[in-house]
């Protein structure tokens, strides 16, 4: 699993990086990205999904591997 | 008591292309709210019919919006002939497509005044700008409000809080409004500007006359206005000749120099830019934060479970912060139409306003389950609270840090306490309690 961060949409509400610090980082202005590739390590898949559901610009995505 | 109480049911529904044009005349909310007489400088010829008529400055919406705007969401886009014409979306995905479409809504006028005043109004960007320049006039204050920044006045807040409550812990009893929320902001605020602390009460002042007093009061308002801009030249002038009374261990920058420094393209910002930031800068963070605060201790003291909860379970407090947030809303914004545009087949016509209603989208049943419950631990929340789209509130981690610690430092001293006795509110564009008279101990 993976996540992913639209720059396009991402307005910097930092709901993701509030809860899920593990996987998201801030810019200087305050907008996210995810930390390194997107790769969610075991056990914080589910604060992935919280993100997901708590960016109101819906920003933030999960891509699932591809098997 | 802010807890609406689901609407009337038997409302007739209208066809789309009514647009606001009620069958029966009848209005479909009627006596849901009690509380204190009208601020009499508000006063207003009273709503007959929400549908076509609506008016954010009716008492009955001041006291219990919530059960209004249940019922406009079932219809088309409500319409008013006040405020000579506008508009007023209470669904969600309404609202998010106005503050998304920048083409057809501009944000040169940001709130719904008795008659439009100024052509062109003054600026306060990045609130009163569009894009292509809203980005950078944003850009040049987000560095100073990120998460991180934020973060080191947290032990000042701290502070601001215990000594607060040390004021009036002794006497069992307090305003929470009066005497604990109001402060806790503005302090902040003239710290991060640059300006002494000491000269709060003024602050407060002036934002009263402005956006309570001002939408229908031209001359107050203006006035205030004027004062809010003397006051931050005097700052500025200070600053040319070497010279600042910003508190002595303030930051450096503080947001004047920034603003002062600030620069499009190499070309530096003109006064009217920096006036205009400056005054936005107090005027957004000061009324806003001390609603929610004001808010969040009310319901925390009307429902002993959600407190007790939030006491015995401290890691909700994040998710807690947000749905507080999300249910008591309190910024409310506006549009100017600025081209021709149809929306749920709605004309809508250049030149009129839309009242934006973050507060009533964010109390939308088809976005939230049980929107009217607080549900602490709500999983799923992409509240608009803040805005949605480019005008994201630039205070907004700011305010949630203020938010958080002002319950957590209350909790701490006053786990148990109950509100006794009425609860006002303000009006206009920003909705909190102004009176919250609670006891404890
Ligand atoms: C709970 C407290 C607050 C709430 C609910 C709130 C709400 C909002 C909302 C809804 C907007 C969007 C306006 C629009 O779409 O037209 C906004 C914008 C803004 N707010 Fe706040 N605000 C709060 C606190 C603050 C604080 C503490 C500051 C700090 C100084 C601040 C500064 C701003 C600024 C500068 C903008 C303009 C952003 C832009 O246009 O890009 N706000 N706020
Ligand atoms: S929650 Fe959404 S908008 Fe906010 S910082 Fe994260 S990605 Fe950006």
């Not at chain 2, 009163?128 to 980005?135: L, Q, R, V």
């Not at chain 2, 308002?221 to 030249?233: E, L, P, S, V």
Request: hydrophobic share 40%; aromatic share 6%.
């Amino acid at each position: 699993m993976k996540v992913r961060v639209d720059p396009e949409r991402c307005e910097g509400h930092s709901r993701c990086h509030a809860l899920a610090p593990e996987l998201f980082t801030l810019d200087d202005f305050g907008n996210a990205a995810a930390i390194g590739d997107g790769a969610v390590p075991p056990g914080l898949e589910e604060k992935a999904r919280l993100a997901v559901a708590n960016c109101p610009e819906y920003a933030v995505e999960i891509v699932e591997d591809a098997e | 008591m802010s807890d609406s109480k689901p609407g009337p049911e038997a409302s007739p529904e209208l066809a789309p292309e009514a647009c606001g044009e009620a069958e029966t005349g009848a209005c479909p909310v009627t006596g849901e709210a009690g509380g204190p007489p009208a601020v009499p400088s508000l006063e207003r010829p009273p709503v007959t019919d929400w549908r076509t008529d609506w008016d954010h400055l009716d008492p009955r919406w001041r006291d219990n919006p919530f059960p209004i705007w249940d019922e406009l969401r079932k219809g088309p886009i409500a319409r008013t002939e006040r405020f000579e014409g506008a508009w007023l979306p209470t669904r969600y995905a309404d609202v998010k497509a106005i503050a998304y479409d920048t083409e057809h809504f501009t944000s040169r006028r940001i709130v719904l005044r008795h008659k439009k005043y100024e052509d062109p109004p003054l600026p306060a960007p990045p609130i009163t700008s569009d894009p292509p320049e809203h980005k950078a006039h944003k850009q040049v204050l987000l560095p100073f409000f990120t998460p991180q920044e934020v973060g080191k006045l947290e032990p000042m807040a701290r502070r601001i809080c215990t000594g607060l409550i040390e004021e009036f812990i002794a006497d069992g009893r307090c305003d929470a409004a009066q005497q604990y929320a109001r402060h806790i902001p503005v302090r902040i605020i003239a710290y991060m500007l640059g300006v002494p602390v000491k000269d709060s009460d003024l602050f407060i002042r002036w934002i009263h006359e402005i956006l309570e007093i001002g939408i229908v009061d031209d001359e107050i308002g203006k006035n205030a206005t004027k004062a809010m801009r003397d006051y931050f030249r005097h700052h500025i002038a200070l600053r040319k000749e070497g010279r600042t009374e910003a508190e002595p261990d303030g930051p450096e920058p503080d947001l004047i120099r920034v603003m002062m420094d600030g620069s499009l393209n190499g070309v530096p910002f003109e006064e009217n830019h920096v006036l205009g930031t400056l005054n936005l800068l107090m005027i957004a963070g000061i009324d806003t934060t001390w609603s929610s605060i004001g808010a969040a201790i009310m319901h925390l003291g009307q429902h002993p479970d959600d407190r007790r909860r939030l006491i015995e379970e401290p890691d909700l407090m994040p998710t807690a912060i947000e749905e507080l947030l999300r249910a008591y809303s309190p910024v409310t914004m506006a549009r100017e139409i600025k081209k021709d545009v149809e929306m749920g087949g709605c004309p809508m016509k250049k030149g009129e306003m839309v009242l934006l209603s973050f507060p009533a989208a964010n109390r939308d049943p088809a976005m939230f389950p049980d929107a009217d419950r607080v549900v602490l631990d709500r999983q799923e929340n992409r509240h608009g609270a803040f805005g949605l789209g480019i005008h994201r509130c630039v205070g907004s981690n700011l305010a949630r840090m203020e938010l958080r610690v002002a319950i957590e430092e209350w909790l701490k001293r006053i786990p148990d306490y109950r509100v006794v006795g009425d609860v006002t509110w303000s009006d206009g564009t920003v909705r909190g309690p102004r009176t919250l008279p609670v006891a404890f101990g």
